[in-house]
Each structure stands twice: as structure tokens, then as C-alpha cells.
């Protein structure tokens, strides 16, 4: 860890603590990084914007990508407050930076409410076992889009 990557883990962490003390939402920051250059910094927006996806990390991989002009990430450092929670990991996945460093684990956010463990746990339950009903239907009517899709000559691949 060089000393560039501490400076700009406290900077997410700077900002964690922003979004908190501005009651925008959870104690999370996040900074994206390419090269020697902060791309975008962000903070948890969940209870200012009503929306249940605006994680740090999320609000600032939208905005990372729309500076970029770029649906993926390669190249960029990714520094979070907080190891990731399932949604927020996905998206690290689709956007593929080279590298996410963070700071508290999930345990640590655990101890303070924020807890995906029931998350973890429903990923691994039947579909007929989850909380949340999920109930499949119209399959075939869904097919013939992907299959247009896989035929497709002018897809952007992803």
C-alpha cells in the first residue's frame, strides 16, 4: 500500500463522514481513482434520495462511468470506506476496476446495523425458499429477445 492509496482511503473516509454528519444517508464514502487522478467522490445517499441503491459505491461508479464516458471501470482503483455489500459487489464485478481497497469489514458494519448477512443467506436458499416471493413466468415470450440479442451483429459486448 503506497502512500497515495492511504490518502485517498482517508478521502473516502472523509467522505463517509460528510455524507453522514449531512444526514444524507449511512456512514459510507467511496473515491474512484485512474491513474494518479480522483475521478469521482461519493457518499451514502440512501435516505436523502429515497433510493435504496444509492450506495457510495454505486452512486459513484455511475458517476465514474459517465466522466469517463465508459460502462466499465479497467484501469481505476476503487476505494471504499467499508467492504462492499452484495449489490455493491456486483456492480464492482460489471464495472471491472483493477483493484478495490476498503477499510472497515462487514463485520464492522454489521456491529452497527447495517447487516447483509441475510442477504448471503437468501442467495443461497431455493428460489421457493426466499423472504421476497419470486414468481417465474412468461419465459417463452422472454426467449425470442435473447435470442435476438445472441444474432445481434451491432451489440456493444459486455
Not at 94 to 113: E, Q
Request: glycine content about 6%; hydrophobic content about 35%; aromatic content about 10%.
Amino acid at each position: 500500500m503506497t502512500e497515495a492509496d492511504k490518502q485517498f482511503m482517508q478521502r473516502a473516509i472523509e467522505k463517509a463522514k460528510e455524507g453522514m454528519d449531512a444526514n444524507a444517508g449511512g456512514p459510507f464514502g467511496c473515491v474512484i481513482v485512474k491513474g494518479d487522478e480522483i475521478i469521482v467522490e461519493s457518499h451514502n445517499r440512501v435516505t436523502s434520495t429515497n433510493d435504496p441503491t444509492a450506495h457510495a459505491e454505486i452512486v459513484a461508479i455511475r458517476e465514474a462511468c459517465q466522466k469517463l464516458n465508459s460502462f466499465q471501470l479497467e484501469g481505476c482503483k476503487i476505494y471504499t470506506s467499508c467492504e462492499p455489500c452484495p449489490m455493491c459487489l456486483g456492480a464492482i464485478y460489471w464495472a471491472r476496476p483493477d483493484v478495490v481497497y476498503y477499510a472497515a469489514s462487514k463485520t464492522d458494519a454489521a456491529k452497527i446495523g447495517f447487516d447483509d448477512r441475510f442477504i448471503y443467506e437468501e442467495l443461497d436458499k431455493p428460489i421457493s425458499d426466499r423472504k421476497i416471493k419470486f414468481i417465474k413466468m412468461l419465459r417463452e415470450e422472454a426467449l425470442p429477445v435473447f435470442e435476438q440479442w445472441n444474432t445481434k451483429k451491432d451489440k456493444t459486448e459486455y
